[in-house]
T-cell receptor, first 115, second 113 residues
Framework: DTAVSQTPKYLVTQMGNDKSIKCEQN?????MYWYKQDSKKFLKIMFS???????INETVPNRFSPKSPDKAHLNLHINSLELGDSAVYFC??????????????FGSGTRLTVV | KQEVTQIPAALSVPEGENLVLNCSFT??????LQWFRQDPGKGLTSLLL?????REQTSGRLNASLDKSSGRSTLYIAASQPGDSATYLC????????????FGAGTILRVKS
């Protein structure tokens, strides 16, 4: 199946822990993203990477560090987790040309709960 | 700063009705506009993508229009079915930033059988 897949689907962890979410796409897209959906269901971009290079870092705390080992993967590592980090995190990908994208495909999301 | 507004916030209709969801955006300088569907606890499914040079796109019972100059898009759903119940999200790709989507808050649709 061609898709954007992210793991794990659910993540429950204690405050102060460090955790990672993995994302992979096999669509041949060159740009990948992390979006956060808060408790009010509002979706907002966190990061975007184009060909492994960071393009957008949208006022996200330094505790969040994305890593893109290649064009098909974009992982999100979160240090010192806080209660406010609880949300659903979506990975997405698109084909783009100098900033212009040609439609997004989203993963199914990772529901992070910090207790 | 680009902002996207969706009206109504929630909509409940009987099965079989035709309905229109509205989306407005403050900056007309966009590459494209995309409509998504999100089912409870699930990811986003892309429904329709309209490039800035296009006026509308159709897929089955769905038709989306784009009026870039006035900053508006509508999603028309014909002959609604209970399976259409979901949250519908509108998102634009701003030229100013590139490589990101700005989302509206969504319209929660419930189609009653």
């Amino acid at each position: 199946d061609t898709a954007v897949s992210q793991t794990p689907k659910y993540l429950v962890t204690q405050m102060g822990n460090d955790k990672s979410i993995k994302c992979e796409q096999n669509l041949g897209h060159d740009t990948m993203y992390w979006y956060k959906q808060d408790s009010k269901k509002f979706l907002k971009i966190m990061f975007s990477y184009n060909n492994k290079e960071l393009i957008i870092n949208e006022t996200v705390p330094n505790r969040f560090s994305p890593k893109s080992p290649d064009k098909a993967h974009l992982n999100l590592h979160i240090n010192s987790l806080e209660l406010g980090d609880s949300a659903v995190y979506f990975c997405a990908s698109s084909l783009s040309d100098r900033g212009r994208d040609y439609g997004y495909t989203f993963g199914s999301g990772t529901r992070l709960t910090v207790v | 700063k680009q902002e996207v507004t969706q009206i109504p916030a929630a909509l409940s209709v009987p099965e079989g009705e035709n309905l229109v969801l509205n989306c407005s955006f403050t900056d007309s300088a966009i590459y494209n506009l995309q409509w998504f569907r999100q089912d409870p606890g699930k990811g986003l499914t892309s429904l329709l993508l309209i490039q800035s040079s296009q006026r509308e796109q159709t897929s089955g019972r769905l038709n989306a229009s784009l009026d870039k100059s006035s900053g508006r898009s509508t999603l028309y759903i014909a002959a609604s079915q209970p399976g259409d119940s979901a949250t519908y999200l509108c998102a634009v790709s701003p030229m100013e930033y590139g490589n990101k989507l700005v989302f509206g808050a969504g319209t929660i649709l419930r189609v009653k059988s």
